[in-house]
C-alpha cells in the first residue's frame, strides 16, 4: 500500500508559476533547489483554504498525490527530521524511510541514506521498543527535558536534553541536533512545536501546501502558542499541481541572517 502512495505520488505533474515558470518539474529540479544552505531549518505543514491544518483530526487528510511528492522531497533533502510526539502518535509514524529514489539521490549529493528522526517529547512519553526505534535504519533522536530517566533509551536513539520540567527550549533542541552535525533540519509539526520554534526565532522557511478546500469546524491552524510580534515571510517559490498550490516562504529572523547567510 505505501509503495502504491509513493508511485501515485511520484506520478503527479507539478509546476512552477513562479519564479522562472517551468512545467512538469522532476524531483532532482525540485529537489536540488530545497539545498539552499547547510543550516536551515524548514517547516512543512498543509491548510485548506480556510486554515485548517486538520480533516478528521489529522493533517494527512488535507494532502493528496503533490503534497505526498513534495513532502518526500522534503525529506530527501533534510539530515534530520523533526516532530513533536502528539504528532508521531496521531498521525501513525513509524521507523522514518525515504523511498529508493531518495536513497541514491541523498548519497550521491553526500547525505546519509536516510535521515535522522528526531522525536520532541516533553514528558518522555514514548515507548522504546516501538518500531519507530527498532526498526530504524539510522538512529533517532529523542529530545527532552532535563530530569527524565532516559536509561530506556540507550541502546535505541540519542538523547538530547533541552529544557525542564516538561517544557522543551527550542532553540537548544536545535541546538543539540546542530552539534550533531544535523544542520538541514525539517519540522513536520505539530502547530505547538511549530510555535515554539517560531517563538525562539529559529525558523527559516515554511514549505505550505494550499489544499482546494473549505473544511469549516475548529480544526487547528498550523501554529500554536504566542508570539511577542508577527513574524515577516518572503515568498521564495508558486508551484502548483491541479487546484493546489505549494508555496515555499523565507523569513529573515531577528538577528538580520538570511537561510543562505548562515554558516556550519
Known amino acids: 500500500m505505501e509503495g502504491a502512495r509513493v508511485a501515485e505520488a511520484q506520478h503527479v505533474t507539478i509546476d512552477r508559476i513562479w519564479p522562472d515558470p517551468a512545467v512538469d518539474l522532476d524531483d532532482d529540479a525540485l529537489a536540488s533547489e530545497l539545498l539552499v544552505a547547510d543550516r536551515m531549518l524548514r517547516v512543512n505543514f498543509v491548510s485548506s483554504a480556510d486554515g485548517a491544518a486538520t480533516r478528521g483530526g489529522l493533517s494527512g487528510g488535507l494532502g493528496d498525490a503533490a503534497d505526498k511528492r513534495y513532502f518526500e522531497l522534503l ?15 496521531a498521525e501513525g509514524y513509524g521507523a522514518l524511510r525515504v523511498g ?23 514528558s518522555l512519553d514514548l515507548d522504546p521498543s516501538s518500531p519507530i526505534f527498532t526498526e530504524a535504519p539510522i538512529r533517532p533522536v529523542v529530545i527532552t527535558a532535563a530530569g527524565h530517566d532516559t536509561s530506556g533509551f540507550a541502546e535505541v536513539a540519542d538523547v538530547i536534553e533541552a529544557g525542564e520540567g516538561q517544557h522543551i527550549d527550542a532553540a537548544a533542541a536545535v541546538a543539540g541536533l546542530r552539534a550533531r552535525g544535523l544542520g538541514r533540519i525539517l519540522n513536520e509539526g505539530g502547530p505547538h512545536l511549530f510555535g515554539a520554534l517560531l517563538a525562539a526565532d529559529v525558523v527559516d522557511e515554511l514549505c505550505l501546501t494550499l489544499a482546494p478546500s473549505l473544511e469549516a469546524g475548529d480544526a487547528p491552524r498550523i501554529t500554536a502558542g504566542e508570539l511577542p510580534d508577527p513574524r515577516g515571510l518572503s515568498l521564495a517559490h508558486v508551484l502548483r499541481s491541479g487546484s493546489t498550490l505549494l508555496l515555499r516562504y523565507a523569513r529573515e529572523r531577528m538577528d538580520g541572517h538570511h537561510p543562505e547567510e548562515q554558516q556550519p
Do not use: K, N, Q, Y
Not at 75 to 89: E, F, Q
Not at 101 to 119: D, K, N, Q, Y
Open 100 to 122: 529508493e529514489e531518495s536513497v541514491r539521490w541523498r548519497v550521491a549529493h553526500g547525505l546519509t541514506p536516510h535521515p535522522v528522526f528526531a522525536i520532541v517529547s516533553g
Open 75 to 89: 525529506r530527501r533533502a533534510a539530515d534530520a527530521v523533526l516532530v513533536g510526539a502528539g504528532t508521531v502518535r
